[in-house]
């Protein structure tokens, strides 16, 4: 056998947005028992989009977590569910590797992968399900990002130019600006994207260990720490969930690698990177604002010039993340609406209308906070975790009673044929994390629900266009200051500085 040579030269971002792809029967060869490519992402640029897609939107929300759960147990379910999440990851890229080996199909281009790998797994039922998950989680995931990123854009304008740009105006901006990109046909075509959203992340996590380090002096002796509740505690679990999710997206990067048996490695590397990210930002935002926090830990830093580029950078992130997270929607409903696969009107438009309606949504509900308790404790939890290693599970026990029987093939195992032809590890590790995310997932959405009842929002933008605008004296206020009572200013004056308190913030109690 031939090893495939890359010839061609991968480029950050794709000019080629309306060249006709001319599909070959197969892209690539079988080497050695390994399905390799002519062409695609390495294992570094894979690496480099599990830590871009997945780090950096939940990044501003988990010190949050930490004061809703306690310092020690948010440290260890930060870990705990980073692993969980990381062993999800390398099951659906193992499934994937699977479906390459007995099903010929799948070494053409394929612009649904997870729902192909969950169909292969348990047949139609099960791939509509897992379908319709994976749409309501890239869509309000890219809702939030959406409204993420122009939340920084917003208050990086009231700071520099103190104008008076209303929010609604910036997400029609940024959504505008999204545009070119959205039409860029698979995660091969905008990797530059994703190490731009990664090195913007790493230097957020620095800047906010500077910050929150600077403020500590102030701060520190005056914060307070919430009692502890079940409601707070599982919402604390819903935005690490969130934190870690977006993994069903990472099936399209899995399949544009030149080695995708390479993506275990990836993922491995990807979640110890995430993980060096988070627990340091959690420890010291901590210790240094306690209950102060709120939705984002950028409106908690004092340090004007710190926060405008942190403001910047998760701004950057969050956009390119935004990017990065649509595409597989826009791939997947393509192909349910059999689009071409190819470059043309269809195609084109048919993203536009996508985009319009997440747009449409982000000024419906221009308040992002409680959409991630909601969404990280059910779509994330769902296809992340949950579904990946049901997949995996069943899939592994297909791939042993296709030796046994070549009728497997084509006839996908029950849930009582799995259990019975996996191993006692495989068997004992899929319970397990299923009681566990079952568990967690109906606890949090209860949690999250109730939260979404009695959270204070922002008017839809619909509304607000066209109400009367009247600034008071805090609408440029752009610092959550610190201290119990939300009044502690590193430079000691208050008005025009500090955000108005919400004192009742961590007030959530059902359980």
């Given amino acids: 056998m031939i090893s495939p040579v890359d010839s061609k030269k991968i480029h950050p971002f794709s000019t080629n947005i309306c060249i006709e792809e001319k599909q070959e029967r197969k892209n690539g060869s079988w080497y050695n028992g390994e399905f390799i490519k002519y062409s695609g992402l390495n294992w570094f640029l894979s690496t480099v989009f599990v830590i871009g897609t997945l780090a950096g939107g939940a990044l501003v929300a988990l010190p949050s977590a930490m004061v809703m ?42 612009r649904s992968p997870f729902s192909e790998m969950a169909y292969r797994a348990s047949g139609k039922k099960f791939e509509f399900f897992a379908t319709f998950i994976f749409y309501v989680n890239q869509f309000g995931t890219s809702v939030v990002f959406l409204l993420l990123a122009s939340k920084n854009v917003w208050s990086l304008l009231k700071v520099f130019y103190l104008v008076d740009i209303p929010f609604c105006a910036i997400i029609l901006i940024l959504g505008f600006f999204s545009l070119f990109f959205i039409l860029l046909k698979s995660p091969a075509d905008f990797w530059g994207a994703a190490f731009l959203a990664m090195v913007s992340t790493a230097i957020v996590s620095v800047l906010i260990i500077i910050g929150s380090k600077i403020d500590y002096h102030d701060c520190a002796s005056q914060r307070e720490i919430p009692e502890l509740s079940y409601t707070n505690i599982f919402l604390a679990i819903g935005i690490i969930s969130y934190a870690y999710g977006g993994g069903a997206s990472l099936a399209n990067v899995q399949h544009d690698m030149k080695k995708p048996s390479e993506f275990t490695f990836s993922s491995i590397i990807g979640f110890i990177i995430i993980i060096l990210f988070y627990v340091p930002v959690e420890l010291i935002t901590y210790y240094t604002y306690g209950d102060s926090l709120r939705h984002s830990v950028l409106d908690s830093m004092q340090t004007l010039v710190i926060q405008n580029i942190v403001n910047l950078c998760i701004g950057i992130h969050c956009i390119f993340a935004f990017i990065i997270n649509l595409n597989p929607l826009m791939l997947h409903v393509e192909e349910l609406v059999r689009i071409p696969d190819k470059c043309g009107f269809k195609r084109v438009l048919l993203r536009i209308i996508v985009l319009v309606i997440i747009v449409l949504c982000a000024l419906l509900v221009p308040t992002f906070g409680p959409i991630m308790h909601l969404l990280g404790g059910t779509t994330m939890m769902l296809t992340s975790l949950l579904i990946p290693i049901f997949m995996y599970t069943s899939l592994k026990a297909r791939k042993r009673l296709i030796k046994k029987d070549s009728k497997y093939l084509e006839q996908s195992p029950t849930l009582l044929e799995t259990l019975k032809n996996s191993s006692s590890t495989d068997t004992i590790t899929f319970i397990v994390i299923m009681i566990i995310g079952i568990i967690a997932m109906v606890f949090i959405t209860i949690s999250s629900i109730k939260a979404l009842l009695t959270t204070h929002y922002a008017p839809p933008c619909f509304v607000s266009f066209f109400n009367e605008k009247t600034i008071g004296e805090n609408y440029l206020a752009h610092t959550n200051c610190c201290g119990h009572y939300q009044n502690i200013s590193i430079y000691k004056y208050r008005t025009g500085y500090c955000s108005t308190p919400q004192l009742d913030f961590y007030d959530n109690n059902i359980f």
């Fill in 69 to 110: 759960s306690g310092i020690f147990p948010g440290i260890l379910l930060t870990i705990i569910f980073g692993i969980l999440f990381c062993y999800a990851s390398v099951c659906m890229g193992k499934s994937w590797c699977m479906l390459q080996k007995h099903w010929s199909e799948y070494e053409n281009f394929c």
